[in-house]
């Protein structure tokens, strides 16, 4: 399996942007699909975005569709996630995960490999 570290979480204020990144290791994600996931103090982690490695294709939380933007980039092997016009309720530690599969995965017990988290903090 894959090992995936992220980076660029910090401290924002509401309306900025952030952008997070996901690099992997260990071997080609050629067959997996790659997301985002964000969990807030109490809540359960919750999908943000994902995004099929081979075909690019993408799918988003209602929350944060049309402000975040995942892309990856092949020669890196990362995955980033642009996130503009944030908001407190944004506050969360975010999470890369990837699993081998086709399509976008969303639910959580289905993705096998997971990073450490980088927290992102909206202040208002």
């Known amino acids: 399996q894959v090992q995936l570290v992220e980076s660029g979480g910090g401290l924002v204020q509401a309306g900025g942007s952030r952008r997070l990144s996901c690099t992997a290791s260990?071997?080609?994600?050629?067959?997996?699909?790659v997301g985002w996931f964000r969990q807030a103090p109490g809540k359960e982690r919750e999908f943000v975005a994902g995004?099929?490695?081979?075909?690019?294709?993408?799918a988003y939380a209602d929350s944060v569709r049309g402000r975040f933007t995942i892309s990856r980039e092949k020669a890196t092997n990362t995955v980033t996630l642009q996130m503009n016009n944030l908001k407190p309720d944004d506050t969360a530690n975010y999470y890369c995960?990837?699993?081998?599969?086709?399509?976008?995965?969303?639910?959580?017990?289905?993705?096998?490999?997971w990073g450490q988290g980088t927290q992102v903090t909206v202040s208002s």
């Open positions: 995004i099929t490695w081979s075909f690019g294709f993408t």
């Open positions: 995960a990837a699993s081998q599969s086709w399509i976008i995965v969303t639910a959580v017990n289905a993705l096998t490999s």
């Open positions: 260990g071997g080609s994600l050629s067959t997996y699909t």
